[in-house]
Nanobody, 123 residues
Framework: QVQLVESGGGLVQAGGSLRLSCAASGRTFSTYTMGWFRQAPGKEREFVAAISWSSSTYYTNSVKGRFTISRDNAKNTVYLRMNSLKSEDTAVYYC?????????????????WGQGTQVTVSS
């Protein structure tokens, strides 16, 4: 059983920064794509970023240049560094493990999810 535990969310002013962490259990962490999604109240869960087993990265357009996804396979941890935060970034952020090594940008492509961490950006 894979468990994902997010941390690092909080309240920050617009223009500020946060770094989210996602610690994963399981010995095969390094072979899977990992992703970050977010869900704002009343909206569907949306793709934010993903990182492949080879550390290729992918971002949704609205966060390109502001967010950076990275991974430390030795620590079974994936990170999301968020800079220049905007009020529209406010959401619950979820870490997820892809079903395989491919990079996927929809929730259906991920089979394990963390509990989520709240990010609130005040304007």
């Amino acid at each position: 059983q894979v468990q994902l535990v997010e941390s690092g969310g909080g309240l920050v002013q617009a223009g500020g920064s946060l770094r989210l962490s996602c610690a994963a259990s399981g010995r095969t962490f390094s072979t899977y794509t990992m992703g970050w999604f977010r869900q704002a109240p009343g909206k569907e869960r949306e793709f934010v970023a993903a990182i492949s087993w080879s550390s290729s990265t992918y971002y949704t357009n609205s966060v390109k240049g502001r967010f950076t996804i990275s991974r430390d396979n030795a620590k079974n941890t994936v990170y999301l560094r968020m800079n220049s935060l905007k009020s529209e970034d406010t959401a619950v952020y979820y870490c997820a493990r892809s079903t395989d090594t491919l990079v996927r940008t929809t929730p259906a492509g991920y089979d394990y999810w963390g509990q989520g961490t709240q990010v609130t950006v005040s304007s």
